[in-house]
């Protein structure tokens, strides 16, 4: 059973910045590949940017030059740097991992950008 628990939202305003934490336990983590989503209002969830286990990463044109993301095998947690915020970055923000052909979500956490 793999766990992921996801922090650092909060309220920001335009032109700011923010770093979410997914924390995973449950399976080993260095071989995990995990994506972070977000869901704003009225909105599907949508990918933000994904790293694999080797470190690859990849990012949603809309978040490209203003977020990365980054892993910490040693700790066990991969992160999201969001800078430059937009008031349409406001959304919940949730990372994922696939294990086993089962998807895994965090509870998701909230990040408003004030214009």
């Known amino acids: 059973q793999v766990q992921l628990v996801e922090s650092g939202g909060g309220l920001v305003q335009a032109g700011g910045s923010l770093r979410l934490s997914c924390a995973a336990s449950?399976?080993?983590?260095?071989?995990?590949?995990i994506g972070w989503y977000r869901q704003g209002p009225g909105k599907q969830r949508e990918l933000v940017a994904a790293i694999t286990s080797f470190g690859s990463t990849n990012y949603a044109d809309s978040v490209k030059g203003r977020f990365t993301i980054s892993r910490d095998n040693a700790k066990n947690t991969v992160y999201l740097q969001m800078n430059s915020l937009k008031p349409e970055d406001t959304a919940v923000y949730y990372c994922?991992?696939?294990?086993?052909?089962?998807?895994?979500w965090g509870q998701g956490t909230q990040v408003t950008v004030s214009s």
């Open positions: 994922n991992t696939n294990k086993g052909g089962l998807l895994y």
């Open positions: 449950g399976s080993i983590f260095s071989r995990m590949n």
